[in-house]
């Protein structure tokens, strides 16, 4: 005949089993290394060692206070909801470590309304556009997301030796990444010829969280946490 456990028994099972997992998780909220436990998914290459509460920041007010916002959201008193817990990561976030003054693509030109359809193929008004946390990936578009806004681009005196139209009209779009940084940032200037360009692999493998092609010498770095 088997053998019953007793209620008690449960009880201090059910207890010590608690109390472990109470601990762990006390352990991964408070211990910055144990952030990556609790992550969505992998850590963007160079931001390793960067706190979950870095990014992630407390809403405004209480919870009270979050809590009454959104019921009068709800009512038509407020027009807006708001936060609860954690606000939104935003670009201004990004931009706090990484903004610099030799951008070539700073995200307020994209927010002009020249660039209204260009925004339709690539959200690049926002650094969340291109740019994702938790993704196994620096860039999340494709490389030919040039055309969104070059489709048309005439280069005087143009010093490659294939000219820009020519790749255009071929849709080379993968050889763009190939001579130019998107920011910039890199203290070299674009090939001349197009067999010295970085490959399309090359490229792929850099947005894939790969080695950079470009060199690891930047002008202006991110802020250290």
Not at 37 to 44: R, T, V
Not at 60 to 84: M, T, W, Y
Not at 91 to 120: G, M, S, V
Request: hydrophobic share 35%; charged share 20%.
């Amino acid at each position: 005949m088997a053998k019953t456990i007793k209620i008690p028994h449960l009880r201090v099972v059910a207890l010590i089993s608690m109390t472990i997992i109470s601990l762990c998780g006390i352990y991964v909220l408070l211990n910055s290394g144990a952030n990556t436990i609790i992550a969505h998914g992998p850590i963007q290459s160079g931001h390793q060692d960067i706190g979950c509460a870095d990014c992630h920041v407390d809403s405004p007010g209480s919870a009270r206070q979050q809590i009454q916002a959104n019921i009068k959201f709800v009512l038509g008193q407020r027009e807006h909801p708001a936060d609860f817990g954690k606000s939104p990561v935003t670009a201004q976030l990004c931009l706090d470590c990484h903004e610099r003054p030799n951008e070539r693509h700073p995200i307020y030109r994209f927010n002009e309304p020249r660039f209204e359809e260009a925004r339709q193929t690539i959200a690049a008004n926002d650094c969340l556009g291109c740019h994702s946390e938790h993704e196994a990936a620096r860039v999340l578009p494709r490389t030919t997301f040039c055309s969104a806004c070059h489709a048309e681009l005439v280069v005087k005196n143009d010093p490659i030796d294939v000219p820009h139209t020519t790749l255009i009209k071929q849709d080379s779009w993968d050889t763009c990444l190939g001579c130019h940084s998107f920011h910039g940032n890199y203290p070299r200037s674009a090939q001349h010829a197009l067999e010295d360009a970085f490959s399309a692999d090359a490229i792929h493998a850099y947005l894939r969280n790969g080695p950079s092609p470009y060199g690891s010498e930047k002008i202006y770095k991110g802020k250290q946490p």
